[in-house]
Every structure is written in C-alpha cells, then in structure tokens.
C-alpha cells in the first residue's frame, strides 16, 4: 500500500464506500480523535500495570481500530468489520469491577497523575472523553450507533480506574483535590 496519494491535498478524504467529504468535517475529526486515542493507549502500554491489564489494552486498541472505521463509513454501510456493541461495554464494566475490587473507594477528586504508568492513563482518559465528546456532536447531525459512545463512555471510566490501580501498585498515593482551599491555589473565598 503506497503512503501517500495525493488525494487528500485539497483538503478533503474518502470515507469508506467512496463518499469524499470535508477533513474539516465531524466525522473526520470524530475518527481522528479515535484514532489519536488509540495512539495515546499505545504510549500508557510502554508501562504495564500487568500482562492481563496489558493485554486488554490491546484488545482495545484493535477495538478502537474498528470504532474509527465503522465512523469513517457512510451511516448503515457495512464496511465488513467486526462492530464494537454491548459485548465489548460489558467487557469493559467487568474490567472495571475487577480493578475496583483492589482499590480503596473513591471519597473524592483526585489530581491525574503519580507514577509514569497512571500519568499516561490518565491523559487517554482525557483523550477519550474527547473521543466521546465528538462522536457525541456526530451523533446530533447523522446517524451513529450508540453503543460507540457507551462503549467511549465505559473506556474512560476504565482508563481513570486503570490510573488509580497503576498509582495503588506503586505505592502511590491518589493526591485529593482541594478545591477553594488556600493550600491547593484556590481564592479560599466561600
């Protein structure tokens, strides 16, 4: 497959089927936005938390593969990829619950970052409520199946739960938000 065809230079891409539209266009940037959390996966997966977290991340990384391409396919078309449903959202919850099962309940806000491997999840949390956020805006003015964006919804959850095991494992401490209190920056004003 050549890299470059030249296609592209006017400023609009090819959805799958053939449909040329804007790359200014929400479904250009909902995928692209899939697409650049796919990447920011793959840099939190140079520090696993274990091989099985690892692995799901993989997983879903080729999950994520197939939510880009069914948004950059004209709506109802089938571009002859596995479609990501309620399967796969349950895949997540129970995930979720297992990784729960290990931490001490969350009684407050907590500052993203701590060990190099919860920092990286944390910034693919925030990418993908990106992610959701405009496939959210796609899905006001065309059709979009919603279980992409339960399925978005549930990975964020995820990767913030993934962040908080990454820190517990290395004896890191979640570091609370301190909303107005002086300490923390805040006005201190009530």
């Known amino acids: ?6 296609t592209g230079d006017s ?11 804007s790359k200014a266009s929400d479904r250009v940037e909902s995928y692209g936005e899939v697409d650049e959390l796919n990447s920011v996966i793959g840099l939190a997966r140079m520090n696993p938390i274990d091989d099985e977290r690892d692995a799901l991340l993989r997983t879903i990384q080729s999950e994520l ?23 796969q959202v349950q895949t997540l919850e129970r995930a979720i619950d297992t ?10 806000f907590i500052l993203p970052g701590g060990s190099p491997a919860a920092s990286h999840l944390h910034h693919a949390r925030t990418v993908c409520r990106r992610a959701e956020r405009r496939v959210v805006s796609l899905a006001q003015q065309d059709e979009v199946r919603p279980a992409l964006i339960r399925y978005l919804n549930r990975l964020s959850d995820l990767l913030f739960v993934l962040a908080r095991l990454a820190n517990h494992r290395a004896g890191v401490a979640d570091v609370p938000w301190k909303g107005r ?9 009530s």
């Open 181 to 189: 209190d002086k300490k923390a920056g805040g006005s201190g004003d």
């Open 65 to 87: 593969f197939n939510v880009g391409a069914e948004l950059a396919a004209r709506p109802g078309k089938d571009v002859g990829i596995p479609k990501v449903d309620e399967p």
């Open 99 to 108: 990784a729960e099962e290990e931490l001490e309940p969350l009684a407050f």
């Open 1 to 6: 497959m050549k890299i470059y065809t030249k």
């Open 11 to 21: 400023g609009e891409t090819g959805l799958f089927g053939g449909t040329r539209i």
